[in-house]
């Protein structure tokens, strides 16, 4: 049963379709590996083995009856612990939400669930998302499966270690700041932030509402782009969900890159940039103006105002969405307050951890009396500034090229010490997210370490097909070496 384990998730459609493998074997393979592995990575705060079977046989009915016949029916997926799961734990790996069971499921893991995939249980991340690293989850430290004394990235680092132990096929991960594809890098698997608005944002708890997106990690292009398929929506009930006509996303699986048109920022491979992360992404580069791509180098305006303009934003968003955690409607609450202010106090100060409360006190900063024009508004300006400089690049390349992180994954340990370093190494991921653009990370080499290095490709608003194409080029090609 370990050869089923290796398979991508589109692969396993196929075998299970196929009468090769049940979804239930398929489970039951997950869950002795994550037996076997999960004590080292703890990719996993939540998982329920019984509901995971009984689910799963469910779902081998629903194939053989002929009524659940999509590429993901009877995959096992593991989903991140900020999107809601109708009856399973939902924390966002934090205390002050460690009895929070919700009564309904966002709408990604609807769309999933409706396509046959089968919940393995909740993936370990950092504590509201907010971290690199997956070190600041009230639940312990998840460790990178490539090498255990490094970190996985963050802050779906719990979702990218599980794809890379094996511990389930594919994984749903929330980029809010780079948090698919940083982790990607980090754990050498694939990782895709949508177009802000493609996938729904009901039901995913948010940290900054503007920014947040949910994406696919998984083992290879193929299973990126049915994945998003799955999950893309038009939803009413996000009023930021896109209608979107071109959700066919399989379609731009194809090896060509023939006259397309690459820019790469020369500002992207300046000081701070791992000399081994350097040659992997230049190699990448060569290789697809090797297949046919015009690649040349460019300047990409406002790239070094990206870091304060993010945070002074997504902490401004943070300190207000995370106003909910009070301690009276549900989570956590502290047993020995005797007045209500002093409740409130006490439920946030012992339910929250120190980064949290970081980024609430610096967002309640921007947004006070005084400051608000001096700080937020003017993050405003240069958030569109970025946007527009993108906009000039696009209108001449087809997709930028660039690394995901300045390094590979850092010790256990190293980043929380000094928390500008790890707030640095977001620089090439956020900008996206700024601008609403969609980004992929794929696998490149390796460093002299042996850590994986993931090289990122960006797009122009809603132009995922042309990220999936050259994508896929470029892991064709690498295999065939």
Not at 57 to 76: H, M, R, Y
């Amino acid at each position: 049963m370990s050869d089923i384990l290796s398979l991508t998730a589109v692969e396993l459609g196929k075998a299970i379709k196929a009468g090769e493998y049940t979804a239930v074997q398929a489970m039951q393979a997950v869950l002795d590996q994550i037996d076997k592995t999960e004590e080292t990575v703890h990719a996993y705060v939540t998982i329920d083995k019984e509901a995971a079977l009984a689910k799963a046989a469910e779902a081998q009915k629903k194939i053989e009856a002929g009524e659940l016949t999509g590429p993901l029916a009877g995959v096992p997926v593991a989903i991140k612990d900020n999107m809601c799961t109708e009856g399973m734990l939902t924390t966002c790996s934090s205390k002050i939400l460690s009895n929070f069971v919700p009564t309904f499921s966002s709408e990604a893991v609807i769309n999933l669930e409706k396509a046959g995939a089968v919940v393995i249980g909740k993936t370990n991340m950092d504590e509201f998302a907010m971290g690199s690293t997956t070190e600041t989850s009230y639940y312990g430290v998840t460790r990178n499966p490539r090498n255990p004394e490094h970190v996985p990235g963050g802050s779906s680092g719990g979702s990218a270690a599980a794809v890379a132990a094996q511990e389930c096929f594919f994984a749903l991960g929330s980029d809010t700041g780079g948090s698919i594809r940083q982790p990607a890098s980090y754990c050498g698997v694939v990782g895709l932030k949508p177009t802000y608005g493609t996938v729904s944002r009901y039901g995913l708890i948010a940290y900054g509402s503007s920014l947040d997106q949910i994406g696919p990690l998984c083992k290879d292009v193929t299973d990126c782009a049915t994945i998003l398929e799955t999950i893309a929506s038009h939803d009413p009930k996000d009023s930021t969900s896109m209608k979107r006509e071109d959700t066919n996303f399989t379609e731009a699986l194809v090896k060509d890159v023939k006259g397309m048109k690459i820019g790469i920022p020369k500002s992207y491979f300046g000081e701070g940039l791992q000399e081994d992360v350097k040659a992997a992404v230049l190699a990448v580069a060569d290789k697809l103006k090797e297949l046919g791509a015009e690649v040349e180098e460019f300047d990409l305006a406002h790239v070094k105002y990206a870091i304060p303009t993010y945070y002074t934003i997504a902490d401004a968003e943070a300190s207000s969405n995370l106003e909910r955690f009070d301690g009276v409607k549900y989570g956590y609450r502290a047993q020995d307050a005797d007045e209500l202010h002093r409740m409130y106090k006490k439920s946030r100060s012992e339910g929250f951890g120190p980064e949290v409360k970081r980024r609430i006190m610096l967002g309640s900063f921007v947004l006070s009396s005084g400051y608000y024009d001096a700080y937020y508004l003017k993050a405003l300006r240069v958030k569109a500034l970025i946007k527009k400089a993108f906009d000039d690049a696009f209108a001449k390349y087809d997709i930028i090229l660039g690394p995901v992180a300045p390094t590979t994954a850092p010790k256990l340990g190293c980043s929380l010490s000094n928390p500008m370093q790890m707030y640095l190494g977001d620089i090439y991921t956020i900008s996206v997210n700024l601008a609403g653009l969609p980004g992929i990370s794929v696998p490149c080499g390796t460093d002299s370490n042996g850590l994986p290095i993931g090289v990122q490709m960006i797009g122009d608003c809603f132009a995922e097909k042309k990220l999936i194409r050259a994508a896929y080029t470029y892991e064709q090609a690498a295999k065939e070496v």
